[in-house]
């Protein structure tokens, strides 16, 4: 999958995922904005532009808030694409549970880290046309 320079937005609290994640999505041609909490995600995505998003790459775990309550509040905001963006849980936890809280809060899809770059493509293939 070609990026073809739409922009994606990482949350993630560990330096090292965030980097390995921007590596694979930028070798496919993707924009990155990362960001390493739950409150540094829900504000670049509540100031960004319509469609300046093609999806939200969420850890589920991370300070200030996690990555399900800071699904819920984009969820819930005014942003013209609160509703409509593409939210992927990223996360080290393969849980049932797990899994119904994520879909419960509005996330799309669930990728348990680590994962591939073709793992990764293959999932932002299924909601970035």
Do not use: W
Not at 50 to 77: C, H, K, Q, V, W
Request: charged share 25%; aromatic share 6%.
């Amino acid at each position: 999958m070609d990026g073809n320079k739409k922009k994606i937005l990482i949350a993630d609290d560990n330096s090292l995922n965030r980097f390995a994640t921007k590596s694979m999505l930028e070798k496919n041609g993707f924009l990155v904005e990362c960001v390493q909490n739950g409150k540094e995600v829900i504000t670049a995505f509540t100031c960004s532009d319509e469609g300046e998003f093609s999806a939200i790459l969420m850890d589920t775990t991370m300070p200030i808030y996690d990555g399900i309550n800071a699904t819920g509040i984009i969820r819930g905001s005014s942003h013209s694409d609160a509703e409509s963006i593409p939210i992927i849980a990223v996360t080290v936890i393969d849980s049932e549970h797990e899994r119904k809280s994520a879909a419960a809060a509005g996330m799309n899809d669930y990728l348990v880290k680590p994962f591939s770059a073709e793992a990764l493509m293959s999932m932002l293939a299924k909601y970035i046309k």
